[in-house]
């Protein structure tokens, strides 16, 4: 057990250091950590479900989907991201439909894609983008932290038992008051707090990062698998770390793009946006 505690703290204590160094630089160096987690959670997704056994071709077609994605990433092409990521969707389900495979292919490309694209679209390459990652960063850990402390500590009413035994309903909620706490100290640390948006931001990503833990354990459930990999010491895979963070980021993606589209898309700048800035 020392062992194993002593191997859990040294894999975070690297994976902390990347991610924030990641962060911090931005630019290049984020849309690389951004399409590496990409690829890693398609490559456990795919060996989760069977998909690289069960239907090898199709599995080649949410990899080539991948590939593009995470060309366009890394060339700054962010604009074309979600029309490759549609395409992909588009020749997956085609290939579901005449092949009679699984469904659990496009959804495979999507989960995986979006993770890359909403990652680097937060974080960007300017200071607003390095706060709007800080902030979502403090909505995932705070809820997820919290969730667990005050889960054990209040315990009562299962939260999903069906899917995840050992979350409650006092754990979600105390998990997302911390969760919005954090984030909305994150942003005042840096701006002024002048109405009531911001902390409905960190709620809404709060509730998504609890959805996204509940989805990847439902996901786990349904095939029997424990972790999602053994690529982490001491942790398992990496959905098993980003499952919060991949749907808060996709959910703060969604924000921001509706508003575009309601607002006429004047500004082009997704954390300036997703922080009404």
């Known amino acids: 057990m020392q062992r194993e505690l002593k191997l859990r703290i040294a894999s975070a204590i690297v994976l902390a250091a990347i991610t924030l160094g990641a962060t911090w630089a931005g630019g290049f160096a984020f849309q ?22 069960r239907d090898f071709q199709g599995n080649a077609v949410g990899w080539l ?14 604009p074309y991201s979600l029309p490759a990521l549609g395409g992909g969707l ?15 292919l496009p959804a495979g490309v999507a989960y995986a894609g ?20 800080l902030f979502v960063f403090a909505v995932v850990w705070g809820t997820d932290i919290f969730a667990y402390f005050v889960g054990r500590a209040v315990g009562g009413p299962k939260l999903a038992p069906a899917i995840s035994p050992g979350k409650t309903w006092s754990g979600a909620i105390g998990g997302a008051v911390c969760g919005v706490l ?12 002048d109405d009531a948006r911001i902390p409905i931001v960190a709620l809404l990503l709060s509730i998504a990062s609890q959805v996204g833990d509940l989805f990847e354990s439902f996901v786990k459930r349904r095939f029997g698998v424990k972790d999602s990999s053994r690529l982490i010491p001491g ?3 990496v959905m098993d770390r980003v499952d919060g963070l991949i749907f808060a980021s996709v959910a703060a993606l969604l924000l921001v793009l ?16 997703l922080l009404d800035l």
Do not use: C, P
């Open 32 to 53: 690389i950590l951004s399409v590496a987690i990409g690829l890693l959670v398609y490559y456990e997704w795919s060996t989760i479900t069977n998909l690289a056994e």
């Open 65 to 78: 989907s991948q590939v593009v994605i995470a060309a366009l990433v890394l060339m700054d092409y962010m």
């Open 90 to 104: 588009v020749l997956s389900g085609l290939w579901v439909l005449i092949k009679k495979t699984s469904w659990w």
């Open 114 to 133: 979006l993770t890359s694209i909403s990652l680097a679209a937060i974080r960007g390459a300017d200071y607003l983008g390095l706060i709007a990652m």
């Open 182 to 193: 954090a984030g909305v100290a994150v942003f005042m640390a840096h701006f002024s707090l």
């Open 235 to 237: 942790h398992g895979g």
């Open 258 to 273: 509706v508003q575009l589209l309601l607002g006429g898309g004047g500004n082009d700048n997704f954390a300036s946006v």
